[in-house]
């Protein structure tokens, strides 16, 4: 664990310094403009925020630390025999900025085993909701009842010196990534296998713990929740659960009330929710139609039917890539190496043929591509995991690793409390008027 926060503490130092003389030299310079339009619209495109794990480019598709994706899946190390990634890889790879070697792997693993013990408190207070509770809220329930084991909020309480912070929010960090694959495991188990829990097996990796609590023992399915949590991991800093879970951290809550806030962000069906709803749209469309193998043709009249609705085709589109989602092409290889005649698998791969060419002929649509959402339920329902209202809940599992990963940068950068300037529709059409401005200073 000191092995990983001294290497965490000097990158830290390091960039702080560089930060430091980059905003003394060159902090009053401009960038870009903003259109009105953009502060109508969700601030769709505005430079706002430093992250240091990942970059979202629309063309390219996420990269970690300057990797791509199909990168990651050759150079991060791997658990024996396997071919996915090991996800505390890529974690290492955020939060040091390196590539880890299967030492450093090792190490992280050995830290999350070691930390992953989850207060009896917690279960009782999962077990105290409805059953029927959607399974992303009773995982923000879960969260909040961890704050109670928070080392930040203690040591805050206590007069923390705040160049301190980043080092209680790195240990809870590393507790509650630890710790979500057991709860999340349980609210599964609660759920939909009648109580029926599974203990974590302390000899296996942090994802391959994950299936094994989860009730998944097929290896295949270990590998595909190493490279689901490796792909989920993060989306640059604009999307809502990492804006989300940076914006609560920049008012000083701790790990644990920050992450609760991006996880409600991402339960949200224009994000992490929406997984939830491409699979339920197929089994739809499979209903309507009477056949679980529909073809082209078939796919297509249900496509436009849907959009005829006014209703949008789930897990097609994204605010800021123009192509294929290169998440959705690890997802297809993966698919097309373990389960290549799998009949929803392929129904998956003939929706892709079929709906780029209707929404491109709609002249409407910036991007008509699939994104990460469109094939992954198919993969997780052919190893029998077909309650889809639990794949947001994976999804969160996932997003820990870079957004907390974010959260230890913030702090060990100093990065200040994030209050932009708000302005009313009155005001704007003052100064549309030329009646005055509208930027604050």
Request: neutral net charge; proline residues 5%.
């Amino acid at each position: 664990m000191e092995d990983l926060k001294e290497k965490f503490k000097a990158k830290a130092e390091k960039l702080g310094a560089e930060i430091k003389t980059i905003l003394k030299e060159h902090g009053n310079k401009v960038v870009g403009q903003v259109q009105l339009s953009q502060i109508y619209q969700g601030m769709r495109g505005m430079t706002g925020l430093v992250t240091e794990t990942s970059l979202l480019d629309a063309q390219e598709g996420i990269r970690f630390r300057g990797y791509t994706i199909p990168e990651l899946r050759e150079k991060l190390p791997k658990a024996p025999g396997g071919t996915e990634p090991l996800p505390e890889g890529l974690f290492y790879l955020m939060l040091i900025g390196e590539l880890p070697t299967e030492e450093d792997v090792q190490h992280v693993t050995a830290v999350l085993q070691r930390r992953s013990h989850v207060p009896n408190h917690v279960f009782h207070t999962i077990e105290a909701l409805p059953l029927n509770t959607h399974p992303m809220t009773q995982f923000v329930v879960a969260v909040m009842a961890l704050q109670t084991e928070s080392q930040f909020a203690k040591k805050y309480s206590d007069g923390l010196n705040k160049k301190d912070y980043w080092d209680v929010v790195f240990d809870d960090s590393m507790d509650l990534i630890a710790r979500l694959p057991r709860v999340a495991a349980y609210i599964y188990r609660r759920k939909y296998k009648f109580g029926d829990h599974i203990q974590p097996n302390g000899l296996l990796d942090w994802a391959g713990n994950f299936a094994h609590m989860l009730g998944y023992e097929d290896d295949k399915f270990k590998k595909l929740m190493r490279l689901y949590l490796t792909i989920h991991a993060d989306h640059e800093g604009g999307n809502v659960s990492a804006h989300a879970t940076h914006l609560v951290g920049s008012a000083l809550a701790d790990p644990y009330l920050s992450f609760a806030a991006g996880m409600n962000g991402l339960a949200g069906p224009l994000h992490g929710l929406a997984n939830q709803e491409v699979i339920k749209w197929i089994f739809e469309m499979q209903a309507a139609l009477g056949t679980n193998t529909p073809d082209s043709k078939q796919i297509e009249e249900y496509v436009k039917k849907t959009l005829s609705e006014g209703k949008v085709v789930p897990g097609y589109g994204h605010a800021v890539l123009r192509q294929t989602d290169p998440r959705f092409t690890a997802q297809m290889e993966f698919g097309k190496k373990y389960m290549p005649d799998d009949p929803l698998v392929n129904t998956v791969w003939k929706i892709y043929e079929v709906v780029p060419p209707i929404l491109q002929s709609l002249g409407k649509v910036k991007n008509p591509w699939p994104n990460v959402d469109a094939h992954s339920g198919a993969l997780l329902v052919h190893f029998g995991m077909r309650e889809y209202e639990y794949y947001t809940v994976l999804f969160g599992v996932s997003r820990s690793l870079g957004v907390l990963a974010s959260l230890c940068w913030d702090r060990a950068l100093g990065y200040a409390l994030e209050r932009p300037k708000s302005v009313t529709t009155d005001l704007v059409q003052k100064w549309l008027k030329g009646e005055g401005e509208i930027w604050g200073d």
